[in-house]
């Protein structure tokens, strides 16, 4: 089993920036990837971004060039920073990881005003 717990959420004016945590415990030595999803109010949930083990990395095409995943493996944390934000943008993330199967993180809030 993995537990994931997500930090960094918050309330930010558009054009700001916030740098979301994920730190992974359990069975981590067996994940092929992690990364972050968002779910706004009435949406589906979507995939943000996602980091592989030997570091490759993508995103959706509403991110690119404003939002950047990173991993620490000596913390087990992966990281989602970004920048630009946009009301749009609001949503609740959650953290993810895979191996033969998904791993969920409670999920954190990020509000957007304009």
């Known amino acids: 089993q993995v537990q994931l717990v997500e930090s960094g959420g918050g309330l930010v004016q558009a054009g700001g920036s916030l740098r979301l945590s994920c730190a992974a415990s359990?069975?981590?030595?067996?994940?092929?990837?992690m990364g972050w999803h968002r779910q706004a109010p009435g949406k589906q949930r979507e995939l943000v971004a996602i980091?592989?083990?030997?570091?490759?990395?993508n995103y959706a095409d509403s991110v690119k060039g404003r939002f950047t995943i990173s991993r620490d493996n000596a913390k087990n944390t992966v990281y989602l920073q970004m920048n630009s934000l946009k009301p749009e943008d609001t949503a609740v993330y959650y953290c993810?990881?895979?191996?033969?199967?998904?791993?969920w993180g409670q999920g954190t809030q990020v509000t957007v005003s304009s």
């Open positions: 993810a990881a895979w191996d033969i199967k998904r791993y």
């Open positions: 359990g069975t981590i030595f067996s994940l092929n990837a």
């Open positions: 980091i592989t083990t030997d570091g490759s990395t």
